[in-house]
Each structure stands twice: as structure tokens, then as C-alpha cells.
């Protein structure tokens, strides 16, 4: 298994080969299910989806699957982000629209089909929240609605991108971009109480010092205040890990900081994604109500 998400697509941004998403992501290729499942349980195995995903033009761009410490991955929960192959490293800097397939084969996930991009200078997923994701159970007749479900989420893809550039339009106050970090930060971490009567639990906390790290420029392309550009900063201090925490101790009641670690939950990944996702249209449309 990658070590990291980020090293779950080829160097170049290509599509993946056969070999490697079964290095990635061997679930994906199975064809059962896990035992423990009933008879009333009939997977919709992975790689019956992306003979359909071709016939729509779309091909694997990155795999990963959920860790399982008691060293099972036939079954467990993966991700694939598909995309249109003419898109390549060429357009370093732009975007490019991808469809973002979630599914297990151990009963702990329905099939899931989010619209999102990817950011090539920095190498960032986005997988939009509210309104761009859909999902279907598993049963007998799911392939059928998987299609159905498919061509709704191409559908989207115009509308995302749309609303990304909508985001790009919108120029933020400071105000408003630190009230986007201190959302973002708690998708992941609750934030500390410094006022609280009581010592708060063990446990890694957001500070106000993480939401001054979330709002940093990490690359000149990034020193801006529109919205998506706010965003993206956010996104990499909270899913790689590019901001300080507070971690509450036994030995160190007082707490000490350290840099957080990067997201490596497949699951925890997508929803905290989406999360920032919708946090930041929201903000945005905060921002045009009051411009």
C-alpha cells in the first residue's frame, strides 16, 4: 500500500495500467465478497465498472483502497478517480474534471460516484460535497443504475467547473478567508479551548496558530485571495498535513505542537474533501451577498 494518497497516481498523470491499480488497489479486481455477507448481498464488483467507465471515455488516474490491519484487501473499501485521457501533464497548472468511484466488497459501503478535479500544480483532488454525489446499493440490478448514475455524474462535471470558476471570481476579505481556515481545520480537528474550566481529553487539536498555517502561501501560483486559490491552501494544510497541532498528553497536559500527519484514510480523505468543499461555496456565496 502507497504510503501516501498523493503517490497514488503515475508521476506524469496519466492513466494507470492494469498492473499498477493492482498494486494500488488490488479490491478492485476481486470477485467475490467477504464471507461473513448472506446470500441477500450481491456485489457489484469494481471491475465490472470500468469496462462502462471506458465506454464513456473515462480511465483510472488514481487508486487507493483502505488499509486493513488485520491484513486483508480483497475486500475492503477503494477509491479510483477516472478521467478523460486527452488531459495529460501538458496542462500543468490547469484543471481536470474527474468522476471519483467509491465501493467495498465487505458490505461496509454502497457504490459511490462523486464529481471533482484535479489541480495539477499541486497535485491536489478536489471531490465536490453537496449535490455532486450519488450512490447505489448493492443488489441484482445495480449495473443498470450504476450507468444511470454515471451519466448524471458527467452531466455534473460542466456545472462543477463552472462553479469552481465562480470561486476563481470571487476575492475575499481576510476576514472571510480565516472564517473558510477555521472551518476547514475542524473537518478534521476539533479546535482548543483555551477558555475551558476543565482540562480538555488527550487528543490532537486545532489551534488558532493551525488556522494561521492553513491561510499560508506554500508556492508563489498561490499568493492570492479569491476563493478557490483560499481553498486549495486550506485543502493541503488539512489533508497533507501543511499545518501545526496541539497534542494533549499524558506526559504533556499543557500540550505540545507538532506538524500534523497527511490524511492516509481513503474514506476520511473523500469526506473531508467534500466537507471543505461545501464550506467553501458557502463562504463564497457569503462573500457575493455582502461584496
Known amino acids: 500500500m502507497q504510503k501516501h494518497l498523493i503517490f497514488s497516481r503515475n508521476a506524469n498523470n496519466t492513466a494507470l495500467s492494469t498492473e499498477r491499480i493492482q498494486q ?24 465490472e465498472l470500468l469496462p462502462i467507465m471506458a465506454d464513456y471515455g473515462y480511465f483510472p488516474m488514481q487508486a487507493a483502497q483502505k488499509k486493513n490491519r488485520k491484513g486483508e484487501t480483497q475486500h475492503s473499501s477503494h477509491m479510483l ?11 500543468i497548472g490547469a484543471l481536470r474534471p474527474e468522476i471519483i468511484l467509491y465501493n467495498s466488497h465487505d458490505g461496509s459501503s454502497s457504490v459511490r460516484l462523486f464529481a471533482g478535479c ?29 450507468e444511470d448514475m454515471l451519466r ?12 469552481i470558476e465562480k470561486l476563481r471570481q470571487t476575492k475575499l476579505l481576510y476576514s472571510q478567508a480565516q472564517a473558510m481556515a477555521r472551518a476547514g481545520v475542524q473537518t478534521r480537528w476539533n479546535m482548543l479551548n483555551t477558555e475551558a474550566l476543565v482540562k480538555q481529553p488527550n487528543g490532537v487539536y486545532a489551534t488558532e496558530a ?33 499545518a501545526f497541532v496541539k497534542s494533549l498528553t ?12 497527511p490524511v492516509n484514510s481513503v474514506s476520511e480523505s473523500i469526506r473531508i474533501n467534500s466537507e471543505l468543499w461545501d464550506i467553501a461555496d458557502t463562504i463564497c456565496q457569503e462573500a457575493l451577498e455582502t461584496a
Open 81 to 91: 478517480s477516472f478521467a478523460k485521457t486527452y488531459h495529460t501533464e501538458e496542462v
Open 24 to 47: 494500488l488497489a488490488p479490491a478492485v479486481f476481486s470477485n467475490t465478497k467477504a464471507e461473513r455477507l448472506t446470500d441477500r448481498y450481491a456485489s457489484l464488483n469494481t471491475s
Open 152 to 163: 448524471n455524474t458527467v452531466d455534473a462535471l460542466p456545472t462543477l467547473m463552472e462553479r
Open 250 to 261: 499524558e506526559k504533556n497536559n499543557e500540550g505540545i505542537m507538532r506538524k500534523a500527519r
Open 210 to 242: 493551525t488556522v494561521r498555517d492553513a491561510l499560508k502561501v506554500q508556492r508563489n501560483e498561490d499568493d492570492y485571495m479569491d476563493a478557490f486559490t483560499v481553498f486549495n491552501r486550506i485543502q493541503e494544510a488539512v489533508v497533507r498535513g501543511n
Open 118 to 146: 484535479f489541480r495539477f500544480i499541486c497535485s491536489n483532488g478536489i471531490v465536490a460535497g453537496d449535490g455532486f454525489q450519488s450512490r447505489i446499493y448493492h443488489n441484482v440490478r445495480a449495473i443498470t443504475g450504476f
